[in-house]
């Protein structure tokens, strides 16, 4: 009897061997196929959406860089040939007149820089079309500042070139106040002194 005992709880090993194993099998397979899945949702499922607090901060840093290397006084020609008096002799005219120039491509250079950095990073969710309009009235300040710039290289005299300027910062004032408006919707403080 001890035998048939023996042989019938082998028999249950076994058994029970070969059920534990089909479970293990069972279990490894399920865990397999929900581990490809989960794999498979984070690499290529949907992802978080980029949120106003993301580009702000992209977008602060990149004025914060910006600012700290494009320096201080950005139009000191500018602004002497503007307050000089209009019997200025013509070569301290054209001189002026000359490096004046030079301050206002580098203007337009800079929105346009401004705008293509800021136009690079993802739009925030909820904000597309702020966003939007905030790079397209920096490509604006980018077409008045060159227009300004063809019409001060075109000035004949120191009164010519203040009318253009007066032409010039009056034709700004709308777009500026409008990036300061979605500058600060927005939350991108750093790039406030942009215009």
Request: charge should be positive.
């Amino acid at each position: 009897m001890d035998e048939e005992e023996n042989a019938g709880e082998n028999r249950g090993r076994a058994g029970m061997s070969r059920r534990l194993k089909t479970w293990l099998g069972v279990t490894a397979s399920l865990a397999g196929v929900l581990g490809g899945a989960f794999l498979v949702i984070d690499r290529w499922g949907p992802k978080a959406d980029f949120t106003i607090e993301d580009w702000r901060r992209q977008a602060n840093d990149f004025c914060d860089r910006w600012y700290s290397e494009a320096g201080g006084d950005v139009w000191p020609s500018l602004r002497q040939l503007v307050h000089s008096s209009d019997s200025l002799p013509v070569s301290e005219f054209e001189t002026l007149r000359r490096k004046a120039k030079f301050e206002v491509n580098r203007d337009e250079g800079r929105w346009r820089k401004i705008k293509a950095s800021l136009n690079e990073i993802k739009r925030p969710a909820g904000h597309k079309v702020d966003v939007d309009q905030l790079i397209e009235g920096l490509g604006e300040l980018s077409r008045l500042s060159y227009r300004f710039s063809v019409d001060l290289s075109q000035a004949a005299n120191v009164a010519e070139a203040k009318t253009a300027y007066e032409k010039w910062a009056a034709a700004g004032e709308k777009p500026l106040e409008g990036q300061r408006v979605l500058l600060k919707k927005l939350g991108a403080k750093q790039c406030m002194s942009a215009g």
